[in-house]
């Protein structure tokens, strides 16, 4: 009985989603977000049993789930270049930033990059029960209203980033873009990788063809991600931070606008 209802919601689920684009885009987004606080409220449960509160280890399981959930979406992810991740080094990782579901990303790298830590708005740690089961795992929340709370916490990480090699993942946009162009960066990230004297390490995600917040498009379609080679802050100084930022910029633009034009025509509505 169970399974005969499971599928009867499934295909009222289909029927809907293929009648109208934007029922598709809110039916999707939404079963992204209850999958994805499954995911972080139930899976990092056993691994509680294995690693200490706070490791990032614990995030493995969750990674795979959310991973799945992208799966079942229809959605497809390539990794390049994972020749260029050092497990064994500390730095700061900067990914474009382009949707909510750029958690997924996060998910299909989390395995590959060591001691990871994702830096995020505060407001998410109250976004029950995402929030909390995230912080399980390591995720460091920052008030950007609160510059002196921010510079502690992440000078703590500095010292992490140092003694314990974490890499610490951050989108340098601030903010979410869809358009072609990658929006100016933050300094936040380049200051931790020139104090901490760590390395720069870009990955570029490309352009979500499937996905239009603004048109409630949301279809199934293939992602490249894009690890770029680090770049040292062994000896730079602050004097040195405008023209890092702008090479890492310029860098990952032209990687995201190349990786863009091969997935353009995998999107399918």
């Known amino acids: 009985m169970v399974v005969l209802q499971a599928l009867a919601v499934g295909l009222f689920i289909y029927i809907i989603c293929s009648l ?26 056993p691994s509680l049993l294995v690693y200490p509160i706070r490791d990032p280890r614990i995030g493995l399981v969750p990674a795979l789930g959310t991973r799945f959930i992208m799966w079942l979406m229809g959605l497809t992810y390539e990794v390049r270049g994972e020749q260029h991740i050092n497990r064994e080094k500390g730095g700061v990782i900067v990914i474009n930033h382009q949707s909510g579901i750029d958690l997924a990303i996060i998910a299909r790298i989390w395995p590959l990059i060591g001691r990871g830590t994702t830096v995020v708005k505060k407001f998410v740690l109250y976004v029950f029960p995402f929030g909390p089961g995230a912080w399980l795992w390591g995720t460091l929340y920052i008030d950007r209203k609160n510059h002196k709370d921010t510079l502690v916490k992440l000078d703590k990480e500095c010292d992490a980033i140092k003694m314990r090699s974490n890499k610490i993942v951050i989108f340098p946009e601030g903010t979410r873009s869809q358009e072609d162009e990658l929006l100016p960066f933050k300094k936040g990230p380049f200051h931790i990788a020139i104090q901490s004297q760590s390395m720069i390490q870009p990955i570029v995600v490309s352009k979500y063809h499937f996905l239009s917040d603004r048109r409630k498009v949301f279809g199934r379609g293939h992602t490249i991600i894009t690890v770029l080679p680090e770049i040292s802050c062994e000896g730079l100084t602050k004097d040195d931070l405008p023209q890092l930022l702008e090479r890492t910029r310029n860098l990952m633009q032209t990687t995201f606008t190349d990786t863009s034009k091969e997935t353009k025509h995998s999107a399918v509505s």
């Open 20 to 45: 109208s684009q934007s029922v598709k885009y809110y039916v999707k987004c939404s079963f992204f977000v209850l999958g994805a606080m499954f995911s972080a409220a139930v899976l990092p449960i």
